[in-house]
């Protein structure tokens, strides 16, 4: 199976988002770094709130329609119709939304984060097309823009949060921007016209549903700490969060190119592939995670996060939660497979509702920890229901169509 995969494409485009993965992190680790050591602790805690929020707003409120190229770009075929117009409606959504959101909060630096809106666009659709080197530059682009423009704020002596939300925002806009002026082309010529927009919809909407149940899940606990405790409490819990997220980055680098291995050798009906490879990456995962707990105190220090210290227990139990949850989010894509993104949408918000319900009975009572045990409750009861509708089924299915 190693030789393979050695001598497929598929060790060529890995390596491909490998490398441009592992210097986006790079990046992106000085930028957490400065912005941690940077920002006092009830502006991080408000930074990672806001944050937060509008990473759920800029999927949600365009019906998740950015996921649909990498189901519909297969073989590099999709519906013209479709794809051409699609960066320009979501462009004249992001600026309604970035001037509407600006005057209701009276804030045009925060609302400003809608703008990753069009970042996602453009990722996703060179990711479907497996223009890795494209997407790479424009991941190392947005990086690169954001780091200048932080060294130049926080030299001048500012550190208002809200305008450094208002950097991340616009750099989001400017890579964007020039990407388009330079780009050769936007979009593909595409050939199959069986995809219409009901298709597309039906595929996206109940992903842009499920993620704000998994936004629930994963988020809602920041929300009732800023509800019952104060700011300074939220910043020492969302931390947390924030070098969880950091170490996210790194297991991305599978999680992106992994829906497109499965998908194409679940056409050819290669699940032993799939098993494997998977196999090979959970493991890789678990040793990470363990790891990761062991020296927990080394990478706050590394993060710029010295100052929260006495609070690294409340990282070693989302941790476990998130291992728990990629694990899961992995098997799930059998189900992006068959098209069958209801099954997620179940399970977030079975796990959503555990969530809302344990920390509105249980957080004011406790504290952080409470908010922290609550996650992984959740994210036990989230791989439970993943293998409920997933592994039984996925073996029968392949193992129908290999007799076939």
């Not at 996921?67 to 519909?72: A, D, E, I, N, S």
């Not at 920390?359 to 922290?372: H, P, R, V």
Request: glycine content about 6%; overall charge positive; charged content about 15%.
């Amino acid at each position: 199976m190693l030789k393979k995969f050695q001598s497929s494409t598929h060790l060529k485009n890995f390596k491909n988002f490998i490398g441009g993965g592992v210097l986006f992190l790079a990046l992106n680790y000085v930028v957490n770094f400065i912005i941690n050591t940077k920002l006092t602790k009830d502006q991080l805690g408000l930074f990672s709130y806001y944050q937060n929020i509008f990473a759920l707003i800029s999927s949600v409120l365009i019906l998740g329609m950015h996921h649909g190229y990498l189901r519909f770009n297969e073989n590099l075929n999709s519906l013209p119709h479709l794809s051409k117009h699609l960066g320009k409606y979501l462009l004249g959504v992001t600026l309604a939304l970035y001037l509407a959101i600006g005057v209701v909060l009276n804030d045009f630096y925060t609302s400003s984060l809608i703008f990753l809106v069009l970042f996602n666009e453009r990722t996703y659709f060179y990711r479907s097309v497996k223009n890795i080197r494209t997407m790479n530059l424009y991941k190392v682009g947005y990086a690169l823009i954001l780091l200048a423009s932080l060294l130049l704020f926080f030299q001048v002596g500012d550190n208002d949060y809200k305008k450094v939300l208002g950097l991340i925002g616009f750099s989001y806009a400017l890579v964007y921007i020039v990407n388009g002026t330079f780009s050769r082309s936007s979009h593909l010529g595409f050939k199959d016209r069986t995809i219409t927009l009901k298709d597309w919809l039906k595929y996206s909407v109940p992903i842009a549903l499920t993620e704000i149940l998994s936004w629930t899940l994963q988020y809602s606990d920041q929300v009732f700490i800023k509800l019952f405790f104060t700011e300074v409490d939220l910043s020492n819990y969302s931390i947390a969060g924030r070098v969880l997220r950091l170490i996210k980055a790194f297991t991305s680098l599978f999680l992106l190119y992994y829906p497109l291995l499965y998908f194409e050798e679940a056409r050819k009906s290669n699940f032993a592939t799939i098993r494997k490879f998977r196999a090979s990456f959970i493991t890789i995962l678990l040793i990470m995670t363990l790891s990761l707990i062991g020296f927990k105190d080394y990478i706050y220090i590394l993060l710029g996060a010295r100052k929260y210290l006495e609070y690294t227990g409340v990282f070693t139990i989302l941790i476990v939660g998130e291992f728990l949850r990629i694990s899961s989010s992995i098997y799930l894509t059998y189900r992006t497979y068959l098209k069958q993104t209801f099954y997620m949408t179940i399970i977030a918000f079975s796990t959503a509702v555990c969530s809302v319900g344990l920390n509105s009975l249980l957080l004011k009572q406790g504290d952080i920890y409470t908010a922290a045990y609550v996650q992984l409750t959740c994210s036990i009861l989230y791989l439970l229901l993943t293998f409920l509708f997933v592994f039984k089924q996925e073996r029968a299915y392949f193992t129908t169509k290999k007799n076939e």
